[in-house]
């Protein structure tokens, strides 16, 4: 055994197998060219003797474990304090990449690894397997652990909350260890299965990153350290409750997939290989993004069938192609206190089911979605009346509520027969192209009646949905969680899209969009147009503004289209007739987002994949300091190629009045050099608050060419 490698795109990982006691990375970093003479890592990498230290220089292994001289954090764990010394015992070959098997079989443990190779990113899991007669507790396993290349200098961490999902923070990497943990049963808004790994000079096109993500629903838990000896480690995988994890003889545990990605372009280049696997894990859509129209900031638990057919005539009449029915529709459901868990049409606002509603809807052109959370339970319930023993709880312990509503314990077979079951009957009897499923509280007590915990929640889900999803195959489905509350690569081969915020604020939305989509492509992140005054900010912002933001995703309509005043209805229409003609680039095309020169400028850019035509925007929230705009890059475009430009109208107010040459503008595209847009920029008046500019480019033919 010696050195292994496996390439995606843009990188190259080798493993060192030559030492069947310290199987590690030798390398993540660049493509390498196919002939690099692999085993000159034995004497590039060669170490000699170190004082103060164990004989054998430890290292960070696949698999690093304590008790044997390494003295960093072990990714292996077992409870009762066992130790177990892993050594390599085979390798084999795959399709896709290796399976490396390690073993101790005085302790009859079997750990095998597979790495493998996606279309963006490298593709980690590990397996333990209990071969001796004891049983054994699982404490933790880290999906993958990764020794830190010398350059590593910052980690970037993304956490956040309700309607303030998912921010970046970035920090050094210091001595010690810098820890993320979820603990919410769900992926969360602590995004702990999230990182990246920079040179400290990293940008948005520049400079070495590390991209980490755990695809999974459930706990995470992602670790960086450095110890005072040098040895620097990330380490990922699900986190594990006490007692969650029992493994009896011959019994197995494997650990969710770790995504990897290497890049030295920059936030961009992780955006690219993201993306990237994002396609590849992506189900199969009958139809393009279609504009939603959603009812809840419209009419919340106010509705009944005519309000609702009014609705629909309105968001017809703007450019919807979906009428999405929210919360209020089921038994007994006229707050967040009832109901849940009833999953039939509330016989008083729909005496002859929701039969009519769908036909109306459908007469419009228009298909039709739902709202359900099918995982939670109101104690106002006939289901919580019926089966109180059906929701996570310990003993005769308080259940505290979180929104005035329980959690169903998904490892039980008959609370997942029961939900399947009701769902199906929903679909097979209604016209139902699409479900919002939603998923509004924490787990706690996460106790299940078989002990496993989150973790068996998390597999009931995965298993509710997959069963779901084969009965009926053309209905889509929306991950959605309190907003962005599960938004995972665990999850992403089963729904359609995320919805990854209930705050349509359009300037918050541009923060969030900008950094979820780091991860996730824009044909999976819901934006919708909300109202102004906004619900959750009481920002009162313009339509041209809501509209532009909404567009660069999969866009819908969150505000009531019948109290729209006829100014905003015509530009919010003008726009989701602009979405419709240009949705194939915004969800095939290459994305970029980056910071402007001036740094409070946020700039969109969508380029075809063969740079024939692009979709911009360019954006601020807040007055700028001085009165002179910088000029706006237009990055991504064929440099050798001209481009004629269109600032699409209506242009900002009052920014439209500052704009040179705007008769110019008017008359007709403005062509230019594809070298000079990307490297000079584009001017464009944008120092007053809220401005945004939307232009759309196509690559022409120039006498010069």
Known sequence: MSFERIDVAEATLVLDLSDESNPRVAYLGPRLSAAAPLHQFNALHAEGARPATA???PRVTLVPVAGFGFMGSPALMLG??????????????????LAI????????????QLWLRGLGCFRVS???????????????????????????????????????????????????????VGQGGRSGFESAGYALIGDGRESDFEGSLLGVH?????????????????????????????????????????????LLCFTDEGLHGVRRCFHAEADRLRPREQSPRRVHFNTWE????????????????????????????????FKGRRSDGAGLGDWTPDVERFPDGLGPLIEHVASLDMDFGLWVEPEMVNPDSDLYRAHPDWVLHHGAHERPLQRRQLALDLARPEVRAHLLDRLDVLLRTNRIAYLKWDH?????????????????????????????RAAHPHVEIESCASGGGRMDFGVLPRVSRFWVSDNTDAVERWRIQSDVSLFLPLNRIGSHVGASPNPSTGRQLSMLLRARVAMFAHMGVEADPTKLSAE???????????????????????????AGDDPDVRVWMCVARDKSQALGMAARGEQARGLISQPVRLMGLDRAAHYSVELLRPWPAPARFSLPHADSWRAEPQVFSGELLEMAGLLLPLVHPETCWLWRLTRVETASQ
Not at 132 to 154: K, N, Q, Y
Not at 578 to 589: M, P, S, V
């Open 568 to 594: 905003d209805a015509e530009i919010l229409a003008q726009h989701i007739a602009l979405y419709k003609e240009y949705r194939g680039l915004i969800h095939e095309g290459a994305f970029a987002s980056y």
């Open 55 to 57: 004989d054998k220089t």
């Open 80 to 97: 009762g304090g066992r130790l177990c010394a892993l050594t390599l015992t085979g390798v084999e070959r795959l399709s896709e990449g």
């Open 101 to 112: 098997d390690l073993r101790d079989e005085a302790e009859g443990v079997h750990v095998r």
């Open 298 to 329: 419209a009419v919340y638990f106010d509705l009944d069938l005519a309000k609702l057919t009014h609705l629909a005539d309105a968001a017809a009449k703007l450019g919807a192609e979906r009428f999405v029915l929210d919360d209020g529709w």
């Open 214 to 258: 755990l695809a999974w629903s459930g706990n995470a838990r992602l670790m960086a350290e450095r110890t005072g000896f040098g040895l620097a480690q990330m380490q990922v995988g699900e986190r594990v409750d006490a007692g969650a994890i029992m493994l009896g003889a011959g019994e197995r545990y494997r650990s969710p997939e770790a």
């Open 126 to 180: 590990t397996e333990f397997h209990n071969t001796g007669e004891r049983p054994l507790e699982l404490l933790w396993l880290a999906a993958v652990t990764l020794p830190l290349p010398a350059w590593a200098r910052t980690h970037w961490s993304f956490a956040g909350r309700w309607a303030g999902e998912f921010r970046a923070t970035r920090s050094e990497i210091v001595d010690g260890v810098h820890e993320r």
């Open 440 to 468: 509004n509280r924490d787990l706690f007590p996460a106790h299940s009646h078989d002990g496993s915990s989150a973790h068996g929640q998390t597999l009931g889900f995965y298993d509710v949905l997959d069963r779901l």
